[in-house]
T-cell receptor
Framework: DAEITQSPRHKITETGRQVTLACHQT?????MFWYRQDLGHGLRLIHY???????NKGEVSDGYSVSRSNTEDLPLTLESAASSQTSVYFC??????????????FGPGTRLTVL | DQQVKQNSPSLSVQEGRISILNCDYT??????FLWYKKYPAEGPTFLIS?????DKNEDGRFTVFLNKSAKHLSLHIVPSQPGDSAVYFC????????????FGTGTRLQVTL
């Protein structure tokens, strides 16, 4: 069955360190997204990609970067982790709108703690 | 600017009764609305969507109603079951800017026995 996976599921790091969160999908979706979930804010979009070599900034992109070298993966990098980036991170993917569906499929999440 | 608002952080309903979760939006460019359900330590899962050209969409126990003039939508769950206890997020999509979703802050539903 097609799926979307994230690793690691839990990560503790220190302020100032670089951290990379992995996202891998086997849906063969062109669209991929990174969100963070915080109490009182719901899910906020960090970065997104509509295909290989395409990346775009979302609502809360400062301090984060992504790269898209193939269809399956969209790693999220925190260049210099800050305590404000302690959160739960979700990756999602979706079909092209031409397929007539707008829903996104989410991974299980990565809980990141920055000390 | 919160484009999608879920003003009730929590809701408690008895098993078998109707659960009504509400959502308001300010962005008139949204042309699809979606509801997601989220259990602890899991990712959100898609429940149901509605196009802005419709006022109702039904899927089993779940019905979404859209009132465009009021910029309001609601999710009805009938009958409510204990397994429905979760956090529910509503989201808006402007397909003119591709498939980005804008989420509300969520409502925690607890279905009691």
């Amino acid at each position: 069955d097609a799926e979307i996976t994230q690793s690691p599921r839990h990560k503790i790091t220190e302020t100032g360190r670089q951290v990379t969160l992995a996202c891998h999908q086997t849906w063969n979706h062109n669209n991929m997204f990174w969100y963070r979930q915080d109490l009182g804010h719901g899910l906020r979009l960090i970065h997104y990609s509509y295909g290989v070599q395409d990346t775009n900034k979302g609502e809360v992109s400062d301090g984060y970067s992504v790269s898209r070298s193939n269809t399956e993966d969209l790693p999220l990098t925190l260049e210099s982790a800050a305590s404000s980036q302690t959160s739960v991170y979700f990756c999602a993917s979706s079909e092209d709108l031409r397929a007539g569906r707008v829903e996104q499929f989410f991974g299980p999440g990565t809980r990141l703690t920055v000390l | 600017d919160q484009q999608v608002k879920q003003n009730s952080p929590s809701l408690s309903v008895q098993e078998g009764r109707i659960s009504i979760l509400n959502c308001d939006y300010t962005n008139s460019m949204f042309d699809y609305f979606l509801w997601y359900k989220k259990y602890p330590a899991e990712g959100p899962t898609f429940l149901i969507s509605i196009s802005s050209i419709k006022d109702k969409n039904e899927d089993g126990r779940f019905t979404v109603f859209l009132n465009k003039s009021a910029k309001h939508l609601s999710l009805h769950i009938v009958p409510s079951q204990p397994g429905d206890s979760a956090v529910y997020f509503c989201a808006g999509s402007n397909t003119g800017t591709a498939s980005k979703l804008t989420f509300g802050t969520g409502t925690r539903l607890q279905v009691t026995l």
